[in-house]
């Protein structure tokens, strides 16, 4: 916060007064912060509240609504960062301040330099969360540096969205479109790029708006009424490089709506009548057939931030149309910033029940205290200093460094802080961030496409040739498609940079498009990528979607892949057992690690605790999980969760309530799961139980005795004595005569109260046997593992996997003697086959699973126990068979987070459209 420089002996004496006075008045306010934040520090105490511990950064601070912000945070305990783009800005000396930042300018030609800039100050002040109160341009830049520092500081939560969704929303056609998919009213409209596409006035009752797509802050020049009866006015020059639109008229009272966000749900809400000086901002009640399409699209498009929609209702019909959105904070925050702890929204808190509302105003401006009852919209008597920033300190430095002369001048405006004078708006280079938002979805197609061998790409969409470029780099082999008639063809492709698009193949129904794909994909692994129409014919919404196809259904459709990042929860630790807790999370934290640098997945964690809490964070390690993280109930976890706007989840618990209870309870919440049910692992951890399942089906296993306590056995020896509902091989002892019994016994005994006395089957080869299931509906045995033991150790206990510490916990994995692919003649494999398939059917099992199998000497199979969980480790054995079966990691974990989500979309794509799902009575539908 340094004060301004002193100017040059060359300046004229005004300019010298001017400066000299801003320089002393701005010292002063910096001085007098530092004695008030010395004086008040004694006062404060230990920071508490639902941000306590966490930095928060927010951004622009010069105006009335960002002192809010941050005061607001302050009161829940957060640590907060501003910044600016000038050292005079009203937060820098408010005390609730603890750090104040000057940002670059915000030049479109430095946009990267900009995004380095501050993913280095969210490194350097340990940053936690982003929350903007943004100009549109910041909003834009904001965008692109959520989109490329997310995948390296995944532990940064942002209040904002990325930059396709500004984009989408700040565009006004494209926002209108927006609209009509959601459901939210919206006046007729159309894109205009020449001013023969502008529609007469006449066509509508009360004429048309015409509108600049981009967003400025000369209102006056960009939003243009044409009554009935006028003429085009002459300046509305709309091109393809400076777009307009041109709406329907309504007339009627203007008002807007702001919402506070967070993954979709909204915590916090406003509503104001619009006056065209933009410094009144008065609460009125948000009506209810505009709140709920609004929320509608809120959480269809699982928006983060602050949003304000602007909206007109029919004096005629009395319908409220929707006319714009603007995707940054609204100035109506001040009115409501009264609301006791109200920071708590930006934390996933719904706050809206204690809402409370003050009329506010600027002395600036003349229409508040001490001349009218308003409330001053920087004063605050506990942080007095914003206020004189905001009427004294900015206005004498916007006005020595701007000066009073320009022509056209009209007002500084304090609450927006800008100098407005009249003339064409700075141009924003849109066609910057529209590259750079098609680059982020490239990175995601790139990486969606490594195990691709065919694509169809349909012709219309956006930059067609750099979408074929990186299926090329992808070794993906492209193919265009259009759908319909041959007219108005590809009209962007002049550009040499696609002269070498492979011929396009005309379909002329979906139908047809799909028998194509799916000839494709029976002979390699093939995707569809449509554009708005294709997307639309094929049942699907208007956004580009990456499609893959799901061959045994009839008719023939696909799922849908989100060309975005998907979020991954991965739960894992134990409510039972500090052995499993630390397996769990050695296993998930391996998991993690393997596909952390692939910018489709942001990983979520969610860890149980000995003490049955839990811990939810974004990218963190294991040592903030278990020891640092803040502690949950399952309630407020599963709140959390849901927040979040998780895509997958994947399971990484070994304890038996890990195995059953967990992954059912998020089987009822509806999110996709990889691997069996919570119902298929109880079965499976229960040895006796699962073995006369599949022995009921022709599956050969040990003979084998069920024991409670005080049973006695009448199994001939030697015998394997086992716990039935333990894993990992503990409590497993193999007993040669009846002196050895008891032992044995009361060490299974230790694990439950039911217990296996099995049948010892000798030893010929031990080996792990996998099956996976095919996109078409088939089964795939997977390399098989062996393991080679000594002849005085012919099984494998827990010892032989994890080895552990003096206190009994685990310290790493143990050293393995085994063989993958192991050398299994055709005989062999047909009967492994026979025995995984009809094992897996036998217990419902789902995506894959894996079996422990004794053979004996004379080459038979039994099927001793089954293991349906894997945490896509590259340690893991499913991994490993994969990999020798030419699935290199993570290419397993890849195949089944795409299907697993793809099979929810299916399903919410079919009921959307009519179709029954495939199970039409029961009580549980298998999506």
């Avoid at 989109?147 to 942002?158: A, F, I, Q, T």
């Avoid at 108005?488 to 129904?509: H, K, R, T």
Wanted: net charge negative; charged share 20%; proline share 7%.
């Amino acid at each position: 916060m340094a004060s301004p420089a002193i100017p040059p002996a060359n300046c004229n004496l005004v300019q010298i007064v001017l400066r000299l006075l801003d320089a002393f008045f701005w010292s002063l306010l910096v001085a007098l912060r530092g004695a008030l934040r010395m004086a008040t520090r004694p006062l404060a105490g230990v920071p508490h509240g639902v941000a306590a511990g966490k930095t928060v950064l927010v951004t622009t601070g010069r105006q009335a609504k960002t002192v809010h912000v941050i005061r607001a945070l302050k009161a829940v305990g957060a640590t907060v960062v501003v910044t600016d783009y000038d050292h005079v800005s009203a937060s820098a000396v408010s005390t609730a301040c603890d750090h104040f930042v000057v940002l670059p300018s915000l030049d479109v030609n430095a946009l990267d330099a900009w995004v380095d800039a501050f993913g280095k100050l969210l490194v350097e002040y340990a940053v936690d969360m982003v929350v903007p109160v943004s100009t549109i341009n910041e909003a834009l830049f904001l965008g692109v540096a959520k989109d490329r520092l997310s995948p390296k500081l995944p532990h940064v939560e942002w209040l904002c969205t990325g930059l396709d969704n500004v984009l989408r929303l700040d565009d006004r056609e494209r926002f209108s479109a927006t609209c009509r998919q959601y459901g939210v009213p919206a006046p007729a409209s159309g894109l205009v790029t020449r001013r023969e596409q502008v529609p007469h006035s006449a066509s509508q009752p009360h004429g048309i708006i015409v509108k600049r797509l981009e967003s400025s802050v000369n209102r006056d020049e960009e939003i243009v009424p044409v009554a009935p009866s006028d003429p085009l006015p002459d300046f509305v020059k709309p091109s393809p490089t400076d777009a307009w639109q041109w709406q329907q008229m309504i007339r009627g009272a203007e008002y807007s709506v702001w919402y506070v966000c967070v993954n979709g749900k909204v915590t916090f809400s406003a509503c104001y009548l619009s006056q065209p000086d933009l410094v009144h901002f008065d609460h009125v009640p948000t009506p209810a057939d505009v709140d709920k399409p609004l929320r509608d699209l809120i959480a269809g498009m699982h928006l983060s931030g602050q949003y304000a929609f602007d909206f007109i209702r029919d004096q005629d019909s009395g319908v409220p149309y929707v006319i714009e959105c603007n995707p940054r904070a609204s100035s109506i925050l001040e009115t409501v910033s009264c609301t006791p702890l109200w920071g708590e929204s930006f934390f996933g808190i719904d706050v809206s029940a204690r809402c409370r509302t003050q009329d506010v105003g600027f002395v600036f401006h003349g229409n508040c205290w001490p001349w009218t009852a308003r409330t001053e919209g920087y004063l605050c008597l506990s942080d007095p200093l914003p206020f004189f920033a905001a009427e004294i300190a900015w206005p004498l430095h916007a006005i020595q460094t701007s000066g009073m002369s320009e022509a056209g001048y009209r007002k500084i405006d304090v609450n927006i802080c800008k100098i407005i004078i009249d003339g064409p708006s700075a141009p924003r280079s849109i066609g910057t961030f529209e590259n750079a938002a098609q680059g982020a979805k490239l990175a995601v197609l790139d990486r969606a496409l490594q195990y691709v061998e065919t694509i169809y790409i349909d012709a219309a969409v956006p930059n067609v040739g750099a979408v074929v470029a990186v299926a090329r780099k992808a070794s993906c082999h492209p193919v265009l498609f259009q759908l319909g008639a041959q007219a108005g063809l590809l009209s962007g492709v002049s550009n040499s940079l696609y002269a070498d698009l492979p011929p396009i193949q005309f379909v002329a129904s979906p139908e047809e498009l799909s028998g194509l794909v799916a000839a494709s994909e029976a002979v390699a692994p093939t995707r569809l990528l449509t554009g708005d129409a294709a997307s639309v014919a094929l049942g699907f919404d208007s956004e580009l979607t990456l499609l893959a196809p799901r061959a045994r259904a009839t008719p023939y459709t696909y799922y849908r892949i989100p060309l975005r990042r998907l979020k991954v929860l991965h739960v894992m630790g134990s409510c039972t057992s500090k052995y499993y807790e630390t397996v769990s999370s050695y296993y998930g934290f391996d998991c993690i690690s393997s596909v952390t640098d692939d910018v489709r997945y942001e990983h979520v964690i969610g860890y149980v605790h000995l003490t049955g809490e839990w811990s939810v964070a974004v990218g963190k390690d294991e040592v903030y999980m278990r020891e640092k993280a803040p502690r949950l109930s399952l309630a407020q976890a599963l709140a959390a969760i849901e927040s979040l706007a998780i895509d997958l989840m994947i399971p990484h618990m070994f304890d038996y309530a890990g195995l059953t209870a967990y992954r059912s309870v998020f089987s009822m919440l509806d999110l996709p799961t990889i691997g069996c049910s919570g119902e298929a692992l109880a079965l499976s951890t229960n040895k006796a139980r699962t073995k006369a399942c599949a022995a009921m089906d022709g599956v050969q296993v040990p003979k084998s005795q069920l024991l409670r306590r005080g049973d006695t056995h009448s199994m001939p020896f030697p015998i394997v004595i086992k716990p039935t509902e333990e894993d990992n091989s503990m409590g497993v002892e193999v007993v040669h005569n009846e002196a050895q019994v008891a032992a044995a016994l009361e060490s299974a005994f230790q694990f439950g109260d039911e217990v296996m006395v099995e049948q010892y089957i000798p030893l010929g080869r031990e080996l792990r046997v996998a099956v996976i299931e095919t996109p078409d509906g088939g089964m795939e045995m997977l390399p098989v593992v062996e393991y080679f033991l000594p002849a005085e150790k012919p099984i494998r206990k827990s010892g032989d996997k994890i080895t552990t510490d003096s206190s009994g916990q685990p310290s790493g994995y143990a050293p393995v003697d085994r063989k993958v692919p192991a050398d299994i003649d055709p005989v062999l494999h047909d009967k492994l086959y026979k025995l995984a398939v009809v094992s897996h059917r036998a217990t419902d099992c789902a995506d894959y699973s894996i079996y422990d199998v004794r053979v004996d000497p004379d080459g038979e199979p039994y099927m001793l126990e089954s293991c349906l969980y894997c945490s896509f480790s590259f340690r893991s054995v499913l991994v490993l068979m994969a990999d020798a079966a030419g699935k290199k990691h993570p290419q397993l974990f890849v195949e089944f987070s795409e299907r697993s989500v793809g099979r929810k979309s299916a399903a919410i794509a079919a009921q959307a459209h009519g179709k029954k799902a495939p199970q039409e009575f029961g009580m549980k539908v298998r999506r």
